[in-house]
């Protein structure tokens, strides 16, 4: 009523202050109402104009040598009889091996260690008639009993030497094997089948790749009448394996591991290139 008597008065009323615009709400599929913030526009992305392919090469050596680790133990009343009678148990299995051709240089000791085997004996707990009074051992004056030490008792160290095994001639690998485990070695892990130069051999079938992937993209550059510039980006994987990749690598691509294989034969170093060009 004040107002209206105002306005027929001539009197204009005085302004709003300015508000924020109120959010704009929607309905959700479940029935309640939902917050939608203002969108902002994305910045588009630059896509670079190029192609990506994908370079392969196999380089195929023989295997020349084998690795092998073996454990020697020996076990002791004293740690520093337990590595005497562990080192010259290590001698008596090198020179066992000596026989089949195994140099002294190709035993080489990776890991030395001496353990000692003991084992806690308790003290048997007095009858009840010679139960400590307070003041005397196992209790103290203020009626708190004291914590039992256990007794410990040491019967013997035990010695392990762990050794990598250098076999030069890949085909005496089991004879060798053989006779370490008759001179009272252990086999600590699988036979690892080597090439000479085994980096050499990597590096060979990555350049082939890396040229296998330039002589794809130039192809299909030349192709889309463009011309090739600059590699943008460049990933590689190589496979070590005893000679089958070949032959499973259509069911199962990448079914060996990194590592040498434990086959003796032909080794096959299999790279894959892959790489992004820009075009110019």
Request: no cysteine; charged share 20%.
């Amino acid at each position: 009523m004040d107002a209206k008597k105002r306005e027929r008065a001539g009197v204009t009323p005085p302004a709003r202050p300015h508000t924020e615009a109120p959010v704009t709400r929607e309905e959700n599929p479940s029935g309640e109402d939902t917050n939608v913030m203002p969108s902002y526009g994305l910045r588009p992305q630059t896509q670079i104009e190029g192609v990506t392919v994908i370079g392969e090469a196999v380089r195929r050596i023989t295997s020349e040598n084998a690795e092998l680790l073996i454990e020697v133990t020996s076990t002791a009343p004293t740690s520093a009889q337990a590595l005497r009678d562990n080192q010259n148990k290590t001698h008596q299995v090198t020179q066992a091996v000596a026989q089949l051709g195994v140099q002294q240089g190709d035993a080489q000791t990776i890991s030395l260690k001496v353990q000692s085997l003991y084992s806690p004996v308790m003290q048997a707990l007095p009858g009840y008639a010679a139960m400590p009074q307070i003041g005397q051992a196992g209790l103290s004056p203020y009626g708190t009993a004291q914590a039992l030490q256990p007794e410990v008792q040491f019967g013997s160290y035990v010695a392990s030497n762990t050794l990598r095994l250098t076999v030069k001639d890949p085909g005496r690998v089991g004879d060798i094997a053989d006779m370490l485990v008759r001179a009272g070695a252990t086999l600590a892990g699988p036979v690892r089948f080597r090439a000479a130069d085994e980096a050499g051999a990597r590096r060979s079938a990555l350049e082939a790749a890396a040229k296998d992937a330039k002589m794809k993209a130039e192809t299909l550059a030349s192709a889309s009448g463009k011309k090739l510039g600059d590699p943008v980006g460049v990933a590689e994987d190589i496979v070590a394996s005893n000679g089958m990749y070949g032959a499973a690598r259509a069911t199962m691509p990448f079914a060996f591991g990194a590592g040498a294989p434990e086959f003796v034969g032909e080794l096959e170093y299999y790279a894959r290139v892959s790489a992004t060009y820009r075009f110019v």
